[in-house]
């Protein structure tokens, strides 16, 4: 199995809204990622998890809250977002070293009204 | 973190080889070369990495330059299914500095 599952696949939401976005690996990985993406830009890193730890948060507003419940899974928490956050949110896996590649989810799109 | 140079955009014809060029001169002597794609609509997917010596895997090569300032990642038959954008990473070995950051890539379109 070499899937990264995430849930839903769209997501409508207002500004007053809470959800959660959520992803499944089944590899073994001990790292996982979330990343952003606009149309036509490339993915931008927003957390990485290694070992269950916040190991990196790349100065992401506090209305995204990430969240490791065990090893498998990673839950991305929203909350009052705004338009211009409306994007492509992407997870993604690996072992954790540089000689590992990544797997990527298909992501889940975001549209705030 | 290590930064890569590619060229915006790169055309193919069908059943051709294709060279995607990626500079990377600061390259870190831990840092090793890593290339994903990202087909419309669809979630990155991993292609091939190296650290020292060209690698081959089923879906592409990858020809590393002996002083490591550049790579070469190559499709040996382009087919309409290979048009994506093509993303060249330098991903740290050491603990904690193995995340993944992507830059603009090269967007390959591939003429029947």
């Known amino acids: 199995d070499t899937e990264v599952t995430q849930t839903p696949k769209h997501l409508v939401m207002g500004m007053t809204n809470k959800k959660s976005l959520k992803c499944e690996q089944h590899?073994?990985?001990?790292?996982m990622y979330w990343y952003k993406q606009k149309a036509k830009k490339p993915p931008e890193l927003m957390f990485v998890y290694s070992y269950e730890k916040l190991s990196i948060n790349e100065s992401v507003p506090s209305r995204f809250s990430p969240e490791c419940p065990n090893s498998s899974l990673l839950n991305l928490h929203l909350h009052a977002l705004q338009p211009e956050d409306s994007a492509l949110y992407l997870c993604?896996?690996?072992?954790?070293?540089?000689?590992?590649?990544?797997?990527f989810g298909q992501g889940t799109r975001l549209t705030v009204v | 973190d290590a930064k890569t140079t590619q060229p915006n955009s790169m055309e193919s014809n069908e059943e051709e080889p294709v060279h995607l060029p990626c500079n990377h001169s600061?390259?870190?002597?831990?840092?090793?070369i890593h290339w994903y794609r990202q087909l419309p609509s669809q979630g990155p997917e991993y292609v091939i990495h190296g650290l020292t010596s060209n690698v081959n895997n089923r879906m592409a090569s990858l020809a590393i330059a002996e002083d490591r300032k550049s790579s070469t990642l190559i499709l040996h038959r382009a087919t309409l299914r290979d048009a994506a954008v093509y993303y060249c990473i330098l991903r740290g070995s050491g603990a904690g500095s193995y995340q993944l950051t992507f830059g603009k890539g090269t967007k390959l379109s591939v003429i029947p």
């Open positions: 590899m073994g990985h001990r790292a």
């Open positions: 600061t390259i870190s002597g831990t840092d090793y």
């Open positions: 993604a896996s690996s072992q954790d070293q540089g000689a590992a590649g990544a797997f």
